[in-house]
């Protein structure tokens, strides 16, 4: 039985999948990993510094037009669109077979895709609000802005994503591992499980099957049902719903 079979089996038999994804879920939707070599070596080249510097907490406070000029450029792929892996995961929570979508991106492009419960570790590109009124403001808002994007009170107006130095939402990681202890499966998708805490979540998981499915090696594989070193659009393609 080749990995894809294998694949198949354990989500036909599944009844409670969590689906944890990171970076590598949205590649194949044209959206560049910003830690990845190139990268890292694009933020060096173009901005002088290293991307966990550029979208840090102090960064945002202390060079605001420099982190929002990096931040257009690096972190927000509007046009993108849903690739196989995003779709297959909408049909599979509308099959009931999945419960949650678990991501570490924030493009939006699971919602895009159709899935409707969905838990975003580090925010949205698509939800922003002033700093001191707490208006909110749209994506357009923020692209159409020049330098600073400001709200009609004069405030800052910041994106909802969590930065270097800033914890994550109580809530949203509550939710997460809710979710996470109560599944049946665990597929985690496109992350080298590197970033704490995220990363940490899949020691709340003590269902059946643990499925990695990620292009290079991460350091829970030993402990995985199933290793598949593809990429996670190729892979969930070739599965039926």
Not at 125 to 132: E, L
Not at 220 to 236: K, Q, R, S, W
């Amino acid at each position: 039985m080749n990995k894809i079979q294998q694949l198949q089996e354990i989500i036909d038999k599944s009844n409670d999948i969590v689906f944890f994804g990171g970076a590598g879920v949205s590649t194949e939707s044209g959206i560049p990993d910003f830690r990845s070599e190139f990268g890292i070596f694009k933020s060096l080249e173009k901005y002088g510094d290293t991307p966990e510097n550029l979208i840090s907490h102090t960064y945002f406070s202390s060079h605001t037009k420099e982190f929002f000029e990096y931040y257009k450029d690096t972190l927000v792929f509007s046009d993108a669109e849903p690739n196989p892996a995003h779709l297959k995961l909408a049909e599979l929570e509308k099959k009931g077979k999945l419960n949650t979508v678990i991501t570490q991106n924030i493009d939006g492009l699971h919602q895009k895709a159709g899935s409707s419960t969905v838990l975003e570790l580090h925010g949205s590109i698509h939800r922003n609000y002033c700093q001191i009124c707490n208006k909110e403001y749209s994506l357009d808002f923020i692209l159409e802005s020049d330098g600073i994007p400001r709200c009609d009170c004069g405030g800052v107006v910041k994106p909802d994503v969590v930065l270097y130095e800033e914890p994550l939402d109580n809530m949203v990681l509550n939710y997460s591992i809710d979710f996470i202890q109560n599944a049946d499966t665990l597929i985690i998708g496109g992350t080298s499980l590197v970033v704490y805490p995220a990363a940490g979540l899949i020691n709340y998981f003590h269902g059946d099957n643990l499925v990695l499915i990620n292009k290079s090696e991460t350091a829970y594989d030993n402990f995985a049902n199933l290793v598949i070193n593809e990429p996670i659009g190729e892979t969930l393609d070739k599965i039926r719903v």
